[in-house]
């Protein structure tokens, strides 16, 4: 059974930081590139971060260069996105995507929410 477990979520303040993490199992991770989504109330759901099967490429949304870095440890098959320097606008639904040619698998995503 594939599972996509996301954690790391929270309620912190801006300037903060968080780190998530996607805990996989049911599949062979580290043939799989690796994403991070998120949706905010109202919005569409938007690419943050995408690493290589192999986490040598790396690629992030302009909104969040700099400030967070995407990893991967798959001896762990596990996924991490380190967010720093955090902001109002980053609140939103956090989720994490495997994927490899025409399959992929979603986590079932977990709340970050930046306010004071």
């Known amino acids: 059974q594939v599972q996509l477990v996301e954690s790391g979520g929270g309620l912190v303040q801006p300037g903060g930081s968080l780190r998530l993490s996607c805990a996989a199992s049911?599949?062979?991770?580290?043939?799989?590139?690796m994403s991070w989504y998120r949706q905010a109330p109202g919005k569409e759901r938007e690419l943050v971060a995408t690493?290589?099967?192999?986490?040598?490429?790396?690629n992030y949304a302009d909104s969040v260069k700099g400030r967070f870095t995407i990893s991967r440890d798959n001896a762990k098959k596990t996924v991490y996105l380190q967010m720093n320097s955090l902001k109002p606008d980053d609140t939103a639904v956090y989720y994490c995507?495997?994927?490899?040619?025409?399959?992929?698998?979603w986590g079932q995503g977990t709340q970050v929410t930046v306010s004071s």
């Open positions: 690493i290589s099967y192999a986490g040598s490429t790396t």
């Open positions: 995507k495997a994927a490899r040619g025409v399959t992929h698998y």
């Open positions: 049911g599949f062979t991770f580290s043939t799989y590139g």
